[in-house]
């Protein structure tokens, strides 16, 4: 009943409002992998970021005014990993709260390898927590999305996907069809592949915090897997499709039919 309640409204919000034409713009245009979407996913894009903007508090903090421009870049940004997914996966959180750049955590514990425990402030540039807020810094969702494989937004929202099922851990709730075996054996392997790169000195390609824990490695892949999708698929191809098939979504497609292979490095 409560689900014909939420979806009528939705249908009225769509039906009287729409978001504005030049920040969306404006986006798209700043955004690769928002770029690369089809006509039609664009569309269903628009329609969810509306939809979440109307759903969600976007609350500045730290002195920060949120203006509409900012609003929009966020709602695209974090509807696009629930592009084929719905809104109701982000059912468990009520607002986002931005700082203008990165925020301390005061006080924050951090328990070491042998059970000690450690008080300290933390700096960060996003996070998501447990029962409450996504929290983001400005500064790192303007520079999110733009096809170099950072993406705050992405990450943060990834986390809230990862906790459907009641824990951070990077495992999501999986679809029929998927197969937990298969989901931790590929992300074992490749998390496993990158601790053992960081302990012989290398420098990996993911980013080091990857190897925090499983949770954090998930949220990264998440990052890549939307910013950079053609060099993700390319590096861990077995990951990559554990990721299509959760998300729905195939970005090296999309991206291969839109901009020029780069690269490697
Ligand atoms: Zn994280």
Not at 212 to 219: H, K, L, R, S, Y
Not at 248 to 254: G, L
Request: one cysteine or more; glycine letters at 8%.
């Amino acid at each position: 009943m409560f689900g014909l309640f939420k979806n009528r409204r939705r249908r009225r919000v769509l039906a009287r409002s729409s978001l504005p034409e030049e920040p969306w713009r404006r986006t798209i245009a700043a955004v690769p992998a928002l770029a690369s979407l089809g006509p039609d996913e664009r569309e269903r894009l628009r329609a969810l970021a509306l939809l979440f903007l109307h759903e969600k508090r976007i609350e500045g903090a730290g002195g920060l005014r949120v203006d509409e421009a900012m609003r929009v870049r966020i709602a695209a940004l974090a509807c696009l990993p629930i592009l084929e997914l719905g809104l109701d996966s982000y059912d468990g959180f009520a607002s986002v709260i931005v700082y203008p750049g990165e925020f301390v955590v005061r006080d924050r514990e951090h328990v070491d390898e042998s059970g000690v425990v450690h008080v300290g402030d933390d700096v960060l540039s996003g996070e998501s927590w447990d029962a409450g807020p996504v929290v983001l810094a400005w500064e790192d969702v303007a520079a999110s999305g733009r096809g170099d494989g950072y993406n705050v937004v992405a990450h943060e929202f990834a986390h809230k996907l990862d906790l459907l099922d009641g824990a951070v851990n990077g495992l999501p709730p999986l679809h029929r069809g998927m197969r937990v075996s298969d989901w931790t054996s590929t992300f074992q392997a490749a998390y496993d592949d990158l601790v053992r790169r960081i302990e012989r000195g290398e420098e990996p390609w993911l980013d080091p915090y990857a190897a925090e824990d499983p949770a954090e490695f998930f949220a990264v892949c998440t990052e890549l897997f939307f910013d950079v999708p053609r060099e993700l698929v390319r590096r861990y191809p077995a990951l990559y499709s554990q990721l299509a098939a959760f998300f729905k979504q195939d970005p090296a497609r999309r991206a291969g039919k839109n901009t020029p292979l780069r690269s490697a490095t």
